[in-house]
């Protein structure tokens, strides 16, 4: 039985798809046998960041009882299970969300951990997901109208009986409008696993079709994915890029008081 885990946000564009991908690639890089699945099924576009678009057969058409699972699943970078909703608005106009679930519990016995890429907001695919997972993880942004909505993803996630593993703070400048990490655990009372920095090399990877851990390993994003894959399955991961440490007022004045002083 794998663990499944789905990726939410409740804001749109917080970068869920982009998340999934890479993380089920990191998690497989470190030796796990890995799904990604694409739930958002009327906005499908985790096989454009795979690369594996205009696949035949989608997720729509399993849930239109019009393909069995198996068809649906593609071989992706480093051996990850693919299962794409598909972009035709005909065949989603046909599926059925409520199949669903049927389709997560097939998924779950052939990999270690399946991955569930969420749709924004809190619809019936946002639902099925969630209370056919084991676990969530949210996408945020270090903004408030992200973090607000974040917030009504892990009460529904709470009342469905899904564990809440922490969020992920993705596009992160360090500018100073930018809420905190600390600030981010103190409104949603659950621990941040990571922070991914605003970086190009996203939208490179993402123009090119090819997911950003397998086209830029060592960017600063690619990286900090890395790491919390790491820390997903308990390895020890010493990432390329060490992060610069905020200089705030605290830390100026610190210097101020004992730098040049040796
Ligand atoms: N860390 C990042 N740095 C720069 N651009 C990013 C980052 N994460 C996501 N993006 C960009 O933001 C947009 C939305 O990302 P996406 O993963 O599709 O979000 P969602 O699935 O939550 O709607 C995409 O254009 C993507 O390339
Ligand atoms: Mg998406």
Not at 28 to 55: C, R, S, Y
Not at 75 to 90: D, F, R, T, W
Not at 160 to 166: A, D, M, N, P, W
């Amino acid at each position: 039985m794998a663990t499944a885990i789905a990726i939410a946000s409740g804001k749109g564009g917080t970068g869920k798809t982009t998340i999934a991908a890479n993380l089920a690639i990191a998690l497989a890089k470190f030796g796990k046998k890995v799904a990604v699945l694409d739930a958002d099924i009327a906005m499908a576009n985790l096989e454009l960041i795979m690369g594996l678009e205009g696949k035949p057969v989608t997720l729509n058409d399993v849930l239109a009882g019009r393909a069995s699972v198996r068809e649906a699943i593609y071989k992706g970078p480093e051996g990850v299970l693919v299962i794409p909703a598909g972009i035709s608005l005909e065949k989603f106009r046909r599926a059925n969300p409520e199949k669903l679930e049927e389709v997560l519990k097939e998924i779950n016995d052939l990999v270690d951990i399946l991955i569930i890429d969420c749709p924004a907001g809190i619809g019936k695919e946002t639902l099925i997901a969630l209370s056919a997972s084991d676990a969530v993880i949210l996408v945020v942004n270090p903004e408030i109208s992200s973090i607000s909505d974040a917030l009504k993803v892990i009460a529904i996630a709470k009342r469905l009986g899904t564990q809440i593993l922490g969020a992920i703070v993705n596009r992160v400048s360090n500018d100073s409008t930018e809420l905190s990490v600390k600030a981010i655990e103190t409104i949603l009372e659950v621990p941040v696993l990571g922070v991914v920095p605003e970086d190009p090399h996203v939208r490179k990877a993402a123009a090119f079709g090819t997911p950003l851990v397998i086209m830029y390993p060592d960017s600063p994003a690619a990286q900090a994915i890395m790491e919390i894959a790491a820390k997903l399955v308990g390895v020890k991961y010493e990432p390329k890029y060490k992060k610069k440490e905020k200089e705030n007022f605290i830390t100026r004045l610190i210097k101020g008081l004992f730098g040049g002083r040796k």
